[in-house]
């Protein structure tokens, strides 16, 4: 028998509580320091970007443009034109309330020839563009403009921009990410009190949890000086590892309580905690990296980071349930179930939630198995389904609230000026942009790109100061997401940039912006889904199979665990890409799925889903390894490990929840497809379809090849059979 890792670590915390404790403080402690020291190495501009709009970025960066922000103030009248006194006063009026601030430069008015284009078709709307010399102070600007507004109210007058759409929407997001942190806590202790109707059980995996957080996110300081992170890295840290930190204590200190409830002393019951649910911990988390290390084949700065912020969260959670929880669990002994909530015990043996109702739901399912995984089955293939019509793209400014006065201008903006608020780009790089060559072949750009039909003005230039960098903005139809938008951009690459800016002798041309960006990254994440399928299914397959050293059992449970996921896919389709579901969850659809989120979903679901099954499985293996038949071992797993389970999935519906209720659409889209997923998972799959398949398969659920019998034999034995237990808790 090969050596319990999880059991000796166990082993030696409960001997020497005291040091683990003092280690475990002194390791949280030390990571936090040297994370402020090191600081933090964030993410640059464009950093492995891909495609065409990534080349161009990169060289606009190291061209050494004013990288001031760009503002506009939009001015528009129903009745009136251009031409109209009252028109060009506001127009007058505005351009003097914001150089009166002293916060821009570089106005370009609408009433002046150069900037003709400024005016838009109809004669109705107009835009004064200028820099924002310190985009912190952009507010006293804003206030100007809100002021030119009031004195002329029979018109529209407001403000877009960089540096006002960041304040606005940095602000909006900042305050639903902090909405969603100050419920975690809470919503998290109040299912574990019901799970184990004791405070200090339910404190526990909390405390746990987020010093795992906390010495992770210090140690990710060092380590950002290898792979840079960014704040989206961040934030996944702190949902992942509540998540598995929670989970692992769970799974640990539910273990122990239920040998403790058997009659096992407390050195039994601790060692058997250690031997069993260590285990399945540690295979878990195992797994769990596997599945996120898959994002560094994804060749996106943003998938490095997460990669590396999940890895390290996990590693860290991991240690931390097979050493430190080990040890306060033998420092509390059975003082762990203070702090008593006689009420919700009561009230939950009055619903009937327990091993009783999962042993009657479970004898139903494994009488009829062929039924219950044709139904089952049937259903989460239906839910997979909406999955095949999935349209991506990366989230652009219809991502937002549209009540924000911000988004508000940007939408009158687009619809006066299409494709002139979020313009894209054409970067040329040449020894001399400078030259009547270039200006011949920007006369060209212009009149071919109107041809079109699909790209539009107003046009802008720009050149750095070595003139070897030119900028040239130029709109496109559509919103920059949509079908349109995408046309339009294959246009300007294929049709208008060859034979005009892309023609001049020793240049280079690339197309950037909003679009550009979009389409070259869901072009990337189509190129690098199959191989960071293909690297997590191989390496989950390899560790299931050390583990449970059976072909059936890890093939099954990756099949199910994908079964999940395109049902998720499925939900995501269903609730974002149609209108049905804007009234409940208080959101405008896009018409599109975040362009990274099928494979953020599918390495993030398929690691945590994992964890459950490791957990089932692990269960059902020791019972068969106790001589138990087939079905009485899938029988004693799934109903030995239902409560658990159930409460481990509850948090985590409850707090990918929190996201779903968010203001950002791409937000919403991450806390419903994570939800929706860990909820499928939990119910469908684990409580019918994993033990109907069982059943089915009978003893060739651990067939293991002859060629494969070298193996290393793991026992899951832990100790005699289990006694009766009295009414679990969910």
């Known amino acids: 028998m090969s050596r319990n890792l999880a059991a000796s670590a166990g082993a030696w915390s409960a001997r020497h509580r005291w040091a683990a404790i003092g280690i475990w403080v002194l390791f949280v402690g030390l990571s936090i320091v040297i994370g402020s020291i090191s600081g933090t190495m964030h993410t640059k501009d464009a950093e492995g970007e891909p495609g065409d709009a990534g080349r161009a ?10 990288d001031r922000s760009t503002e506009m103030v939009f001015v528009h009248s129903d009745k009136v034109t251009a031409a109209d ?18 916060q821009i430069q570089n ?22 563009r200028f820099k924002i010399i310190d985009d912190n102070k952009v507010q006293s600007v804003l ?40 419920l975690t806590l809470p919503i998290t202790l109040v299912i574990l009190l019901f799970a184990f109707g004791a405070l200090v059980a339910a404190i526990l995996p909390v405390g746990l949890a987020f010093t795992a957080y906390l ?42 309580r239920e040998e403790r409830a058997a009659g096992s002393s407390k050195p039994d019951s601790l060692r058997i ?11 878990s988390g195992i797994t769990v990296i596997a599945a996120m290390a898959g994002m560094f084949l994804a060749g996106d700065a943003t998938f490095n980071a997460i990669a590396e912020a999940t890895i390290l969260v996990v590693t860290v959670a991991v240690i931390g349930s097979i050493t430190v929880l080990p040890a306060l669990l033998s420092l ?16 939950l043996q009055r619903l009937g939630i327990g091993r009783r109702f999962w042993t009657t739901l479970l004898g139903g399912i494994l009488r009829k198995p062929a039924a219950s995984a044709i139904i089952s089955g049937g259903l989460l293939v239906a839910l997979a389904l909406p999955a095949l019509g999935m349209r991506t793209a990366l989230p652009g400014a219809d991502d937002y609230p549209r009540d924000l006065p911000v988004m508000q201008a940007y939408e009158h903006i687009q619809q006066a000026f299409p494709g002139g608020a979020e313009p894209e780009e054409v970067v040329v790089k040449a020894q001399d942009v400078n030259t009547p060559q270039f200006t011949a072949a920007l006369a060209a750009f212009k009149e071919r790109a109107v041809a079109t039909g699909e790209l539009r003005a107003p046009f802008a230039l720009r050149v750095n100061p070595r003139h070897d960098v030119a900028v040239v903005s130029v709109g496109l139809v559509g919103t920059g997401t949509d079908k349109a938008s995408d046309h339009a951009l294959q246009t300007l690459r294929n049709e208008v940039v060859p034979p005009t800016l892309g023609a001049l002798p020793g240049a280079k041309a690339y197309v950037s912006g909003m679009t550009a960006a979009s389409y070259d990254f869901d072009q990337q994440m189509h190129r690098a889904m199959p191989f960071v399928v293909g690297f997590v299914l191989l390496l989950a397959f390899v560790l299931l199979l050390l583990a449970f050293r059976s072909v059936v059992v890890a093939i099954t449970a990756i099949l199910l665990n994908l079964l999940s996921v395109a049902a998720a896919y499925g939900v995501l389709v269903l609730v974002f890409q149609h209108t ?19 494979l953020f979903l599918f390495a993030i679901l398929f690691g945590l889903s994992m964890d459950y099954h490791v957990f089932v499985l692990s269960r059902i293996r020791e019972g068969h390894d106790r001589g138990l038949r087939n079905e009485d071992a899938v029988r004693e797993g799934i109903t030995s490990t239902a409560g658990v389970i159930t409460s481990a999935a509850a948090v985590m519906v409850a707090v990918f929840g929190i996201f779903a209720g968010l203001s950002q659409v791409s937000i919403k889209q991450i806390g419903v497809g994570l939800a929706a997923a860990i909820l499928i998972d939990a119910t469908i799959v684990r409580a019918v379809l994993l033990p109907s398949v069982m059943k089915l398969l009978g003893e060739a659920n651990w067939y293991l090849p002859r060629w494969l019998r070298w193996l290393p034999q793991v026992s899951h034995e832990s100790g005699p059979a289990p006694a009766p237990r009295p009414l679990e808790r969910v």
């Open 332 to 347: 509390l002994g059975d003082k762990v179930g203070r702090g008593r909530v006689p009420f919700i015990g009561k009230r």
């Open 57 to 66: 970025d990169r060289i606009v960066n190291a061209a050494g443009f004013d």
């Open 215 to 256: 010495a992770a996110a210090g140690l990710l300081g060092p380590v950002s000086h290898l792979i840079h992170v960014n704040d989206t890295a961040s934030e996944v840290m702190l949902l992942v590892g509540m998540a598995v930190g929670v989970d692992y204590s769970l799974f640990y200190l539910r273990r122990e």
């Open 273 to 283: 905690a250690a031997a069993t649910s260590g285990r399945s911990v540690l295979v």
């Open 85 to 102: 006194p009252a028109f060009r006063s506001a127009v007058s009026d505005a351009i003097h309330a914001v150089q009166g601030t002293g």
């Open 580 to 598: 049905w579901a804007q009234g409940p969850l208080n959101f405008t659809s896009t018409g599109y799925i975040a362009a990274y989120l099928p």
């Open 107 to 128: 106005l370009q008015s609408p009433l002046t020839a150069q900037a003709a284009d400024a005016i838009s078709k109809d004669r109705h709307s107009a835009l004064i």
């Open 143 to 182: 206030d100007a403009v809100a002021g030119v507004q009031k004195a002329h109210p029979d018109l529209r007058v407001e403000e877009f921009g960089d540096a006002s759409s960041n304040k606005a929407l940095d602000g909006a997001t900042s305050s639903d990410l902090a909405h969603a942190r100050v």
